[in-house]
């Protein structure tokens, strides 16, 4: 059976794309690059929290975000907060791996967290060929690790732990890691 672990490091909250474009540029030097991105925000005339899951395998985030078509658009004139995350444990992964990730984060906000009503994403949930698991893990821009989250947050939202079990066809996630002490 084979089986892939995906950790992925979320950096923000950002404010804006703007503020993603320039973040991301000062960082393109150390060849970091960021594939996934989470968006959190209120869309005009509504009372509800909306979400997006989005992935950049083309071009950066930043950029991403500022193409014309991009859901970010209905947000940008009301509060939202932005996360973009990095592979942590494979330097170039494939667009497939990135699909991969992103499909299982839609699924668990669509089925678990947010509902239909709540997700602006319309991907089309497909099964993984084989057994994944994925392991956020979520920072400061900073890079100072984030213990609190505020209500809402995609980093509050979003599992710390999701897995996808090929066997058995089914999705499990823990929402959050609990600390038993340092081993030594």
Request: proline share 3%; charged share 30%.
């Amino acid at each position: 059976m084979k089986h892939t672990t995906y950790l992925l490091h979320w950096f923000g909250p950002f404010d804006s794309k703007e503020d993603v474009d320039k973040w991301e540029s000062k960082l393109s030097e150390e060849n970091d690059y960021y594939w996934l991105y989470l968006i959190r925000g209120r869309k005009k005339y509504k009372r509800v929290d909306s979400y997006y899951c989005g992935k950049a395998v083309v071009q950066y985030v930043g950029k991403r975000l500022k193409n014309s078509n991009h859901h970010i658009k209905d947000f940008e004139n009301h509060e939202h907060e932005i996360w973009i995350a990095t592979y942590a444990n494979i330097k170039n992964p494939k667009p497939q791996d990135v699909s991969i990730c992103e499909n299982l984060l839609i699924a668990i906000l669509y089925q678990k967290k947010v509902g239909e009503k709540c997700l602006e994403n319309k991907t089309n949930y497909r099964a993984p060929e084989t057994s994944v698991c994925i392991i956020n893990e979520w920072f400061t821009k900073g890079g100072k690790k984030r213990c609190r989250q505020a209500q809402g947050s995609p980093a509050k939202v979003m599992p710390d732990v999701i897995v996808y079990d090929n066997d058995n066809k089914e999705v499990k996630y823990a929402d959050s890691l609990s600390r038993l002490g340092v081993l030594e």
